[in-house]
């Protein structure tokens, strides 16, 4: 059974839902919008950079979160959100506890033509009490093949161009796939600490000794304090240098968190700063290959 971070959403009062249900009734047959683009609206926007990937000039994507100073788990959707879904053929959420109140929007506005991407559903490798699924290659790959098929069900007539676009996007993820292999030649068993368990997806291809106890980052991940032992072996193998870098998610802070950090600077441990949201300006493989090429620095310092 998995344990998340309670994630909180908006209630819809009855004249929203009676809007969502008008919106929803007046759907268009031929599931596209009227200029011709499939509607998407992605939950998180990574999701979304992957649809525009596919989609090209044939999509409209709208991704819902996409601030990074924003913690994903404790977003509060609201009426701009809800009309975004109500009137989306697509939608694109992570799903497996991460994003429930996507499903809020999902269920208060009912549309049997509406399609429904959940990136852990079609994810091949899932870690344990781990939603992160996108922080693995091949799971974001998978994914993308789905958002593709699903593409080509909405939109048959440019279903040679989603092939195409889903070949261009598997391919670019060979830069990605090189540098984690550059990597793991070169760093394979060197200890490392996480603040949480989002990195694990590629801390095992990395072939990183991730020696933080898991219930410290389980903890730290469900927005709990972790257990007194968790935190005394976790400040330990910092103060006592058992790690080469310490990453950290820079959207679940706490003083917990604050503290391994702090003792790390004061080690000259480097800090390997990750996120779960895709930064401005950037796409999927950038984003990656830019945490990856800061972690490899840290581990050759």
């Known amino acids: 059974m998995f344990f998340y971070r309670k994630v909180s959403a908006v209630l819809f009062v009855p004249i929203i839902f009676l809007f969502l249900l008008s919106a929803c009734g007046s759907s268009i047959s031929n599931n596209s919008s009227s200029s011709g683009t499939v509607q998407i609206v992605a939950a998180e926007n990574f999701y ?28 509060e959707s609201n009426i701009n959100n809800a009309r975004a879904v109500s009137a989306a053929n697509l939608v694109i959420e992570n799903g497996g506890g991460y994003d429930d109140w996507m499903e809020k929007l999902l269920s208060s ?3 049997q033509k509406r399609l429904v991407v959940k990136g852990y559903e079609s994810a091949p490798t899932k870690l344990q009490d ?22 080509k069900s909405l939109d048959a007539a440019h279903a040679a161009d989603y092939d195409a676009n889903f070949q261009a996007f598997k391919q670019s993820l060979g830069q990605v796939r090189q540098k984690i292999r550059a990597i793991h030649d070169r760093y394979n068993g060197t200890p490392v600490g996480l603040t949480e368990t989002i990195f694990l ?19 730290v991940a ?44 004061a080690e000259q441990i480097p800090l390997i700063p990750v996120t779960e949201t895709m930064p401005p300006s950037k796409t999927y493989q950038t984003w990656m290959l830019d945490q990856l090429n800061a972690l490899e620095t840290g581990l050759g310092k």
Do not use: C, M
Not at 57 to 73: A, C, R, Y
Not at 203 to 219: D, H, I, R, S
Not at 230 to 242: F, G, H, L, P
């Open 130 to 151: 781990n939603e992160h699924v996108w922080y693995n290659i091949d799971n974001i790959q998978a994914i993308a093949q789905t958002i593709a098929d699903k593409l």
């Open 201 to 219: 997806y590629q801390t095992g291809p990395l072939g990183l000794k991730v020696v933080t106890p898991f219930e410290f980052q389980k903890a």
């Open 48 to 75: 979304g950079d992957i649809a525009q990937q596919l989609g090209r000039e044939h999509v409209s994507v709208q991704s819902i979160l996409s601030d990074p100073n924003i913690d994903p788990h404790t977003y």
């Open 222 to 265: 469900e927005g709990n304090d972790p257990p007194a032992d968790s935190v005394v072996a976790a400040e330990n193998q910092v103060r006592q240098k058992q790690i080469k870098v310490l990453i950290y998610n820079q959207q679940t802070i706490s003083s917990v968190t604050t503290k391994v950090q702090d003792d790390a600077k």
């Open 109 to 111: 506005s009912p549309n």
